[in-house]
């Protein structure tokens, strides 16, 4: 059940989590005004389909929150199992980058697709040393199964503002970090992702 303007996370048609600020909600079938969210994040055991179908329809959300006066949200997406070969980090960059459109509001932050792929936006590329100075998304091949865990890491760090520093190494777990797993990148504007250099 899904009425416009309204994003419906729960029930049987989507199941969702949606963060919030302080306000303690018990249901499966969770509404927020758009002022409250913090962050979307929709979860998936697999993707059945085309990825970029289940990329739009989260875009959609994200980008009706941030119209509505909340540019601070933040979206994800959160496939469990892991995800088809055909489809690997270039692709997922792909899909992603044309789903935003080089729209700001209509970007998506986090991606675990699997156990072992992990993709995040990056407002400020040259924060991370990346190849692009501006909006970048970046993709890493973690070993391990360590997506699933650095996804939700991700979250957690980039929606709490009361976070040591000193305790990053509790959060990602990676010695030396995550950015010496990077493969691939794409900028909001870019055409087409382009492999890292090693």
């Known amino acids: 059940m899904e009425r416009e303007g309204f994003p419906f996370w729960g029930g049987q048609k989507r199941t969702g989590v949606s963060l919030n600020r302080g306000v303690k909600i ?6 927020v ?6 962050g979307i994040v929709e979860v998936k055991t697999q993707i059945q389909g085309d990825l ?19 540019q601070q949200c ?14 690997g980090p270039e692709r997922i960059l792909r899909r992603v980058r044309e789903v935003a459109n080089g729209n700001e509001s209509r970007v998506i932050n986090w991606i675990a697709a699997g156990p072992n792929i992990f993709v995040r936006y990056w407002c400020k590329g040259e924060d991370v040393q990346s190849n692009v100075h501006g909006p970048v998304w970046h993709s890493y091949t ?9 996804f939700l890491s991700n979250i957690v760090w980039d929606t709490c503002s009361h ?6 190494y509790a ?17 909001l504007n870019d055409t ?4 890292f250099d090693f």
């Open 33 to 38: 005004t758009p002022d409250m969210a913090i």
């Open 192 to 195: 087409q992702p382009t492999r």
């Open 171 to 187: 959060w990602f777990p990676i010695e030396g970090g995550k950015e010496n797993y990077r493969r691939y990148y794409v900028g």
């Open 52 to 70: 970029k179908d289940v990329l739009h329809k989260l875009a959609d959300d994200v980008e009706m929150i941030r119209t509505n006066g909340n």
């Open 26 to 31: 018990e249901s499966a079938n969770t509404f």
């Open 142 to 150: 973690l070993d391990d199964y360590l997506a699933h865990a650095y």
């Open 163 to 168: 976070l040591d520093l000193n305790m990053q």
């Open 74 to 87: 933040m979206a994800g997406l959160f496939i469990y199992e892991p995800y088809s070969t055909n489809d």
